[in-house]
Nanobody, 122 residues
Framework: QVQLVESGGGLVQTGGSLRLSCAAS????????MGWFRQAPGKERRFVAR????????YYTDSVKGRFTISRDNAKNTVYLQMNSLKPEDTAVYYC???????????????WGQGTQVTVSS
């Protein structure tokens, strides 16, 4: 049974930092792409960042470039999202996902976590 479990969300002030974790289990993810997405209230789920598990190549949406960093720890089967210089517009539920394609399209991802809330106060 595949599981993606996010953790690390919380409440932070503008300019602060958080590190989200996504622990993956239940299958081999070595050929998969791991993505982070976010969904603000009343809005659709949107791509944030992705990383290829085997090559480590990364890609970010423009609004987080230079502030967020996605990484992975192969030994721990865990993907991270380091978020710095947080802004109120970063407030959302953040989801971890896994899929076989190098894409930011939500429908291309096969597995999803339950989400973790990130709230940035002004």
């Amino acid at each position: 049974q595949v599981q993606l479990v996010e953790s690390g969300g919380g409440l932070v002030q503008t300019g602060g930092s958080l590190r989200l974790s996504c622990a993956a289990s239940g299958r081999t993810f070595s050929n998969y792409v791991m993505g982070w997405f976010r969904q603000a209230p009343g809005k659709e789920r949107r791509f944030v960042a992705r990383i290829s598990w085997n090559t480590g190549s990364t890609y970010y949406t423009d609004s987080v470039k230079g502030r967020f960093t996605i990484s992975r720890d192969n030994a721990k089967n865990t993907v991270y999202l380091q978020m710095n210089s947080l802004k109120p517009e970063d407030t959302a539920v953040y989801y971890c996902a896994a899929g076989p394609w190098l894409t930011g399209n939500t429908w291309k991802y096969d597995y999803w976590g339950q989400g973790t809330q990130v709230t940035v106060s002004s």
